[in-house]
């Protein structure tokens, strides 16, 4: 049980990251035309989400060594 629920709250701050830094860009940018902006902002969520997944994936691995391939 403890297991899942670790699983879960990794997997929740990995959830958690890419969309503050996507609403980050989005802030930052704030004097921007809308659509660079918004790619900006779209961007720092796929780059965000692809190193949070990342941390995540090493995170289960080292907490579960036997079980995560």
Avoid at 16 to 44: E, M
Avoid at 59 to 65: D, E, L, N, V, Y
């Amino acid at each position: 049980m403890i297991r899942h629920a670790f699983v879960i709250a990794a997997s929740l701050v990995t959830f958690i990251i890419p969309n503050t830094i996507g609403l980050a860009a989005w802030f930052i940018t704030g004097g921007l035309d809308p659509v660079i902006r918004s790619l900006t902002a779209i961007l720092g969520w796929v780059v965000g989400f692809g190193l949070s997944t990342q941390v995540f994936w090493r995170i289960i691995q080292r907490a579960f060594p036997g079980d995560a391939r």
